[in-house]
């Protein structure tokens, strides 16, 4: 019988096997880590959502006032859908355990079926149980969308620095930096457009800082990362304090980027306000995720990227510049993350406030490792993140039973449970934070 031979990875000695032994790759354990979660947030579900929930009906509004025609609003019955739901939960967990009996992951969508129908469960039972048990659902998803723009931004960013090989922690650094800098130029200028050209490059500067002192004198990326976050934040808030309020007309009055309706396409019900009524910052946030995908995984220049994060040696001796692929790839991610600023300031609201960015870039961090490295991934693991932020909003406001402190840290509870347990065994690039010296 032939064996098919297994080549060894670039710079590594190939071992033979021992007699009998079977040239087999040995797959990972499989833990009962997302098994365990899931059968614990089913049972919290069939709890509360099923057996406690209100009974009530709950109301979804589908269509908008500006809408081609208007659809019937959804009626579901809280408790009888609470129940329904949860028990297709604690079906979609057996099912988990039951592979992990039989040593085998559970697959892709499990987790992915078993959070849409959390979420509409959680959406059941909080909304019936409101004082006005209805809510447009339209108007909750596209805002769930635009909240999460700048995390889509930020997450990006970290996708092009952790796939070169560079852990870039300070998100959060170029969100502030891009929001404070937009502000201030679109306020000088009176132009909002030179604002957001401005994030951009206040984003690929303060990551210039971050690749000169990780890549070329070797200090800790997560270190350097950390300190950049407290020195742009120290250095906003100081200027905020002493520059933008002496003189808020002239400092701190930019103006909003205009919200651009597609003609038509805008109209359609649901994906309309989603797709098509957006700023040009949430334009550009569909854009950036198309290309950085596209760039990543479709081109010579991508499979460059991907090669000095994977094995940077191997690289390095067919040629390719690692440090300084590094260099320009955390540049160029900064300046995305920098445009993920701006909307704080350009399009949410038109001023910048002391640490307007409110923890987003370590939300896009969780996003970008929700989403396994991947910009699609992380696209859907930042809106996940901004459909809970924005739910916690509107149901507040429709007067849920539910503790408002409880909602508040929603996004945060959102961030923590899909790190720790429904993301499942995931790799990052194998060289990411690891610096290279040629030689």
Known sequence: ?????????????????????????????????????????GLVAFIFFGVMGPNETTSFGISTSGDFFQLPALQVPALPGGIVLSVLL???????????????AAPGWVPIAFIVLFVAAFLIWVVGGARTPNISLAGLIAGS????????FGSLSG??????????IAIEGQLLGGAFTAAIVASVTGNPFMGLLAAAVAGAVISMVLALFSIKYLVNQIIVG?????????????????????????FNSPGRLPIIDIPVLSSIPIIGPILFRQSVVGYLMYIAVFVVWVGLFKTKWGLRVR??????QAADTMGIKVNATRFWNVTLGGAIAGI????????AIDSFTKEISGGRGFIALAALIFGRWNPIGAFFAALLFGFADNLQSIVTIIGTPVPSQFMA??????TVLAVAGLVGRSRPPAASGIPYVKG
């Open 340 to 347: 993920g600023g701006s909307f704080f300031t350009l399009v």
């Open 307 to 312: 090669a000095v994060g994977e094995h940077p």
């Open 226 to 250: 950390v300190v950049l976050n407290v020195l742009v934040s120290g250095v906003t808030g100081f200027l905020f304090s002493t520059v933008m309020q002496a003189n808020t007309d002239l």
């Open 145 to 152: 969308v635009t909240l999460a723009v700048p995390l889509v």
């Open 90 to 104: 604690l079906g979609l967990a057996a099912y988990a355990i039951y592979l992990k009996t039989k040593d085998r």
């Open 1 to 41: 019988m032939s064996a098919t031979a297994i080549s060894p990875l670039p710079g590594k000695p190939e071992t033979p096997p021992a007699a009998g032994e079977s040239l087999a790759v040995s797959a990972k354990p499989v833990t009962w880590k997302t098994p365990v979660l899931l059968g614990i947030l």
């Open 159 to 168: 996708v092009l620095c952790e796939r070169v090989g560079v852990v870039n």
């Open 409 to 414: 840290m929603l996004p945060y509870l959102v």
